[in-house]
């Protein structure tokens, strides 16, 4: 283990802040790097709040630092910014800013947390890491621009990406805390189609794992990740209903009229679902794992269903501390119901 330390932007989101402890857990220096402010503290912890596209305050922070590794986690989400040109700069040149100062300053190794949203479509079959990336929506189009501006500084820096499915543990809300308060009142659970599609997961602490371990991989790779025995959609949310003991029920709507309408509410701004939420509800979405197993030596702990139930638990147990909540992350807070709302009222 190195003694210098390591930086991690977005330390204060969802995936950040876990992948912050436990690097803290293991006896590392870390530094956090977040637009929002992070109210944990550590003896090893130093903690920023600023932007990464800052070019003064991220040479500042490299220059007294010399840090090893970056964690780059930070990432705007389409939900959560409306305004595409601050998503991309922040995404994009944001993440351009984070790598050439990290040339600069002689980093070693930069690990990025990038998304199965380089791809529109569903596949018959799982995802492997030479399948050409095709977003269709801004989030996805600025992950992938991010990826292959930083494949060009892989001669001068180690780059490590990291294709990430939906990162789940206790704690992460945003448009699941939706899924979870309908859950929680009894409500009708709508599948889009008959909820026999299987789309991956990955369970964050499985995930920082996986950081960890490419921190000593040799050399520049890409690596899908996510979780083993991907269960049908609706079997996922039964398990989550059983143990919530509600008068919730699965059902489901005709996909091709859902899917249009849901197009009109997004296209209208009156719902928070997007291309990417339409893909996760309706479509089968699964990484081919075998690469990081091999070559690092990992393998996923848990499967959907008990780590969506975990983050339903979390949602159960803190609801009257949730519905307050305002300046944090994304994930760390409801998203806003939108036209939903009358789904739930007729639910």
Known sequence: ??????????????????????????????????????????????????????????SRLFNENRFDTVFHCAAMLAHDIPDKKTLWESNVEGTRNIAKTAIQFKTRKLIFTSSNCLWGQSFNRPVHESDAPNPVEIYGLSKWEAEKLLLTCSTNLDIII????????????????????????????????????????????????????????????????????????GAVYQHVIKYAGTKSKVRSLPKHLTLLAMRLAHWLHISPLGPYQYKMISENFEFDTTRIKHELDWQPTLNNSEMLLRAYKYYHEHRTDIVRRSNTSSHRKPAQMGIIRLVKWLS
């Open 1 to 58: 283990m190195t003694n210098k330390p390591v930086l991690i932007t977005g330390s204060s989101g969802f995936f950040g802040d876990i992948l912050k402890r436990e690097l803290l857990t293991q006896g590392y220096t870390c530094v956090g790097l977040d637009l929002h402010k992070d109210d944990y503290s550590h003896p090893n912890l130093l903690t920023v709040q600023g932007d990464i596209r800052d070019s003064n305050l991220v």
């Open 162 to 233: 990291m294709r990430c499915p939906t990162i789940i543990d206790e704690g992460r809300l945003g448009l699941l805390a939706i899924l979870f308060e309908f859950i929680n009142e009894g409500r009708t659970i709508w599948t889009v189609g008959p909820g026999r599609n299987r789309y991956q997961f990955i369970y964050a602490p499985d995930l920082a794992k996986a950081c960890l371990k490419a921190m000593y991989y040799k050399g520049s790779r890409t690596f899908n990740v996510g979780s083993d025995n991907v269960q049908e959609l």
